[in-house]
């Protein structure tokens, strides 16, 4: 039995002009120990779905399908037995610190904060722990910075506690959106590192949102190509990244600098030659603009009429790899 097993998860928010779909049929599994890339730009469904899976969708939202947890159902749970499972068996570390963490509380008190809920520990066994989290985590001098405040620390420092918090009570589900943005090349590589150790030794599973594709490439066993809520693209790194099919992954692929790029012309006549990377023309829709079928289908270079009709069915590339396009044949 897989440790999470998510089925054709749907989430409906409210917006100005009435319910929308923001997850369309997500489906995936994770393994104890694994680790899962979800990539796609800005409003595509990716961190919606890990506010789903930690049952902190917006206040309206509902959810439907199937969230499974070590074989527990999660969709319809109440909100105190969310409270039993947050910080305990689920975490997250949030995308931003410094709005993440409490700026009036000490740093101590908050990593020892789930450590009393949770796991029932005294002020003193729980200050004695958060010590050893934040040692653990290798943040400098932690004796002291139990006493620093969050405008103290600097943003590596700041992630480094958020990680602490989510790993006080050894969760079996860590979900990490964008844990390394603002830092420096070496912080974030020491953040990332640190994740993956934790995961080998306590066998934790880790679900990682970014749009760094060389460090999903790196980092992640599995894959989720995202876009309009729907996964378009998903199976063994190596698979969806060595043997690309949707035109969504195609594109973002195109988009990354590499080395040995050809020199492309400015567009405005005699600026001179310059480096320019391809784009995806036009932009993410919003909730209330996707179309009845593929979501892509407006940015999409290779799109028929057939494409805007309907949801495109999975294509079954090769072992667990899939994508959703009428013309991957094409």
């Not at 989510?166 to 590192?193: I, M, S």
């Not at 988009?255 to 400015?266: D, E, K, T, W, Y």
Request: glycine residues 12%.
């Amino acid at each position: 039995m897989p440790l999470l097993e998510v089925t054709d998860l749907h989430v409906t928010v409210p917006t100005r002009t009435g319910p929308a779909a923001a997850l369309r049929g997500v489906s995936f599994t994770l393994e104890r120990g694994q680790t899962l890339g979800l990539i796609g730009e800005s409003g595509c469904g990716k961190s919606i779905t890990a506010l789903a899976l930690m049952g902190l969708l917006p206040e309206g939202a509902s959810a439907r399908g199937s969230i499974r947890l070590g074989g527990q159902e999660l969709i319809g749970l109440d909100e105190a037995h969310w409270c039993r499972l947050r910080g305990q068996r689920l975490a997250m570390i949030f995308q931003e610190p410094m709005t993440a963490l409490n700026p009036l509380m000490p740093i101590g008190q908050q990593v020892a904060e789930p450590l009393r809920l949770h796991r029932g520990l005294s002020a003193a066994a729980a200050q004695a722990e958060a010590l050893r989290l934040l040692d653990r985590v290798r943040i400098a001098q932690p004796a002291q910075r139990l006493r620093a405040h969050p405008h103290q620390l600097s943003g590596g420092q700041r992630q480094r506690v958020m990680i602490a918090i989510a790993l006080a009570c050894g969760p079996d589900v860590l979900l990490a959106d964008e844990p390394t943005t603002a830092l420096d090349a070496t912080t974030q590589g020491e953040v990332l590192d640190l994740l993956a150790e934790v995961g080998r030794e306590d066998g934790m599973a880790l679900v990682l949102i970014s749009h760094d594709l060389a460090l999903m490439a790196e980092r992640a066993q599995r894959l989720l190509v995202m876009y309009g809520g729907t996964v378009v693209e998903g199976g063994p790194t190596d698979a969806v990244f060595g043997r690309a099919a949707h035109p969504y992954t195609l594109g973002l692929q195109a988009s990354r600098p590499r080395l040995g790029m050809g020199r492309l012309p400015r567009r405005t006549p005699g600026a001179g030659p310059a480096w320019r990377l391809p784009a995806i023309p036009g932009r993410v829709p919003g909730l209330a603009e996707l179309p009845a079928g593929c979501p892509y289908a407006s940015r999409c270079p290779r799109v028929i009429d057939a494409c805007r009709g309907t949801p495109p069915p999975p294509v079954w590339l090769g072992p667990d790899h899939l994508a959703r396009c009428l013309r991957i044949e094409s």
